[in-house]
């Protein structure tokens, strides 16, 4: 595989940006090699600047749940681009696209549009204090929230990866009223609780926890959560950054029945534009700045152009079936790889739900907190080139996840999981 071009750019990348990137997750710091430069996408398929081609399992980290450039997001992307890009002054796009939420979505009365994930959670988080007057929070041992200060603890992949827990800068002071308890443990729960419940904001979780591995959560335990935050009058946070509009259209709180208080949204809400949100029931969102005192803004904030690029997108996802339709084909695919992996008797297999699927270099079927996470990725590292030999994109790191969008079709699928057959074969021959 010829790689020289993408070579070429990131060593001029080097010059410019820490690790040559502007996240860290794209660095292959943990596969090896330089990145792939990404010259365009359309479809199942990205092309690299070396005019490889490759089934795209990254998608963009989520976003995009129609695939590349779907030519519904595309048009209305164009048709209001035409219009100018940014007003500071709001614009009817804002109300459609929140519409198309707020209508189907039984959790949220309202919502904040902000322009990226980390702070949508940064507000809620804020919002979950102010209406409480209450500082602490609990979070989840591999659970990621973004990457502001007070979250940075014990976070997702970017972290695992590079074997920090906790990022330098973030005062101890800031971190001191975050506590953080193991996945799917409700002893801890309840331990946790017993000691901070009168001085605990909100419990912040990602119900389906897909940023470090994907640690799917007993339904028990997230009622018992939802039970527990109830009866002490915490607040219980959804971050759906990943999950909403993914596993349902309104996200794991919909696939699992169980309703949060604040929910947080970003990745596919704006059609692969940066766009977030926040939401939570009336009383709560009459905390938010101007109708009452927490305080969030945004230059940029429900722009008119990601807005359209959303309601594009949230429109198709909206249909009936729609996610029927994406878990039944990831599930045809996902079955497919495992039955060969358990066939063969490679310690592998692919973790799943709704359109999300994990690659789990383990015999356990059932992985739920981040502990039980093997932590060897040299497996994963070699499985990481094979798929790229057999031109198969996946994020470069073991703690990603995997996402189908509407656009993998069976064939591309069949295709897909032929792929993984043979580099599974490669990496444990
Ligand atoms: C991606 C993600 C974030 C951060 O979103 P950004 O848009 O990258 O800031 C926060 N929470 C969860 C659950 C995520 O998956």
């Not at 972290?159 to 330098?168: C, H």
Request: aromatic residues 10%.
């Amino acid at each position: 595989m010829k790689r020289s071009n993408s070579e070429k750019l990131y060593e001029k990348a080097l010059e410019y940006f820490p690790g040559g990137v502007n996240s860290p997750v794209r660095a292959f710091k943990a596969v090896e090699g330089a990145p792939l430069f990404i010259k365009k996408g359309k479809g199942p398929y990205i092309w690299d600047e070396d005019e490889n081609q490759f089934i795209d399992f990254c998608c963009s980290f989520g976003p995009h749940i129609l695939g590349h450039n779907y030519p519904d997001v595309h048009q209305n992307i164009v048709d209001t681009l035409e219009n100018g890009t940014s007003f500071g002054a709001p614009t009817k796009l804002e109300s459609d696209l929140a519409e198309i939420i707020i209508s189907r979505n039984p959790y949220v009365d309202k919502i904040r549009f902000v322009s990226s994930g980390t702070e949508a959670v940064m507000s809620g988080i804020r919002l979950a204090r102010g209406y409480t007057g209450k500082n602490k929070i609990i979070k989840f041992e591999g659970c990621y929230h973004g990457h502001f200060d007070s979250l940075l603890v014990n976070a997702g992949s970017g972290l695992a990866t590079f074997g920090e827990s906790s990022s330098a800068g973030v005062p101890q002071k800031v971190v001191e009223d975050t506590i953080v308890i193991p996945l799917n443990d409700e002893e801890a729960l309840e331990a946790a609780f017993e000691k901070h419940a009168d001085d605990l904001a909100c419990v912040i979780i990602e119900p389906i926890p897909a940023n470090n591995g994907l640690l799917l959560q007993e339904k028990s335990f997230l009622l018992k959560l939802r039970e527990m935050c109830t009866e002490h009058g915490v607040l219980l946070f959804f971050d759906e950054v990943i999950s909403g509009f993914r596993v349902a259209f309104s996200g794991a709180a919909e696939y699992y029945d169980i309703a949060p208080d604040i929910v947080s949204y970003g990745k596919i809400i704006g059609g692969g534009l940066p766009v977030g949100a926040y939401g939570a029931k009336k009383h709560i969102m009459q905390s938010v700045s101007p109708d009452g005192p927490v305080y969030q803004a945004g230059t940029l904030s429900g722009n008119p152009v990601a807005m359209a690029a959303g309601i594009a997108q949230l429109t198709v996802c909206s249909q009936p079936g729609f996610y029927e339709d994406q878990e039944a084909r990831t599930k045809t695919f996902v079955e497919s790889v495992n039955a060969h992996a358990k066939e063969k008797g490679y310690d592998f297999s692919l973790v799943t739900v709704g359109s999300i699927f994990w690659m789990a270099f383990s015999d356990q079927t059932t992985i739920r907190s981040a502990a039980q996470i093997n932590a060897d990725m040299t497996p994963f590292k070699k499985l990481h080139k094979a798929l790229l030999e057999r031109s198969v994109y996946v994020g470069p790191s073991g703690y990603e996840v995997g996402f189908v969008s509407h656009v993998h079709t069976k064939e591309v699928l069949e295709n897909a999981a032929q792929q993984f057959k043979n580099a599974l074969d490669a990496v444990f021959s």
